[in-house]
């Protein structure tokens, strides 16, 4: 067992220890807390790889947005803070046996496809040089179209968010009369 | 490095991400679950990227391209459940019971405070209309 695979190993068991606490606590905010600790210890996984650039988009990406953005959203939706009895639905033994399941196939599958292929790590292979160089050569078509794809989800979600675009005629026509109800008693207090 | 580790480690991310999917009840830890089935996902395309050579590195420019689409799912569906969050007081996936087939579902996903529960589930949708 290389110094790599040991390091490895133990990013491997923290990333997977602390996944499982997030799907067990009964801490909402605790979950998203455990996220950042296994997001975190994939990075450093990707890092043992080689992959450098993928692993600081992922602390970035990840750990940086996607977990405030799901802080935001534990907060907005008025989650309680502390523990809650009720995070878990009545088929978690069903859930649990469908994951074991699946756990022991790709287990199997993968140590019975690959268990004695090894791979040889050098450092460079993973660099923001060669993946830009990549990026913006092999696949700038895929890029663009995901950039657009990004910029109409963020879009949607504005959308679905903002409480003030009415979708229908007969709302707007509900919102129409309720605009002089308004004014009235923006008037009112003017006065 | 053997390539079992990291196989083995994407593998159980992403059994652990199922069992979160099937039993949590609260939509936001459903998605976290959904993020870390994506980081499965993740883990395997970089593997195999790193074993391969890929000259291109279709691999790891496909992982970008994965969290990209994650970061955009994230808001998405956050916007969604906010959405549901406004029209029904709770994000409980085990109530939101509106599009099932049985006569009972609407009722014990009805919202309780605003009457105009409409009659049929698929009404439910747009947020604002419900509101007095």
């Keep these: ?191 | 490095m053997h390539l079992a580790y990291p196989t083995v480690v994407a593998a159980l991310l992403f059994s652990v991400g199922v069992y979160g999917v099937l039993a949590r009840r609260n939509a936001i830890l459903v998605l976290m679950s959904v993020e870390l089935m994506l980081n499965a996902v993740n883990l395997n395309l970089v593997t195999f990227d790193i074993w391969l050579r890929d000259p291109l590195h279709g691999g790891q420019v496909l992982t970008l391209f994965t969290i990209v689409i994650a970061a955009a799912e994230i808001g998405l569906g956050l916007a969604i459940v906010l959405l549901v969050f406004r029209n029904r007081r709770n994000v409980d996936v085990d109530r939101l019971r509106a599009l099932s087939e049985r006569a009972d579902g609407p009722d014990e996903a009805g919202p309780d405070e605003d009457g105009e529960q409409p009659a049929e589930p698929g009404r439910a949708a747009p947020a604002e209309e419900a509101r007095p």
């Design chain 1, 1 to 191: 067992m290389s110094g790599q695979e040991v390091v490895f190993a133990l990013l491997g068991v923290v990333a997977v220890g602390s996944a499982i606490l997030v799907v067990t606590t009964r801490r909402l905010v605790h979950a998203a807390l455990w996220l950042v600790v296994s997001f975190g210890a994939l990075a450093g996984g990707y890092l043992v790889l080689t992959a450098e650039f993928v692993a600081w988009v992922q602390v970035l990406i990840y750990v940086g947005a996607i977990v405030v953005l799901l802080l935001f959203g534990i907060m907005l939706t008025r989650a309680p803070i502390g523990e809650s009895a009720d995070l878990d639905s009545g088929n978690r033994w069903a859930a649990a046996a469908v994951a074991a399941a699946t756990a022991a196939v790709l287990v199997t599958v993968v140590v019975m496809g690959f268990g004695d292929e090894r791979m040889a790590l050098e450092a460079g292979g993973g660099s923001a040089e060669a993946l830009g160089a990549s990026v913006f050569r092999t696949w700038v078509l895929p890029f663009e179209i995901l950039s657009v794809l990004l910029l109409a989800s963020l879009v949607g979600a504005i959308v679905l968010s903002r409480s003030d675009i009415r979708a229908r005629p007969e709302t707007r026509v509900r919102s129409e009369e309720r605009e002089p109800e308004r004014g009235d008693a923006g008037g009112e207090d003017g006065v």
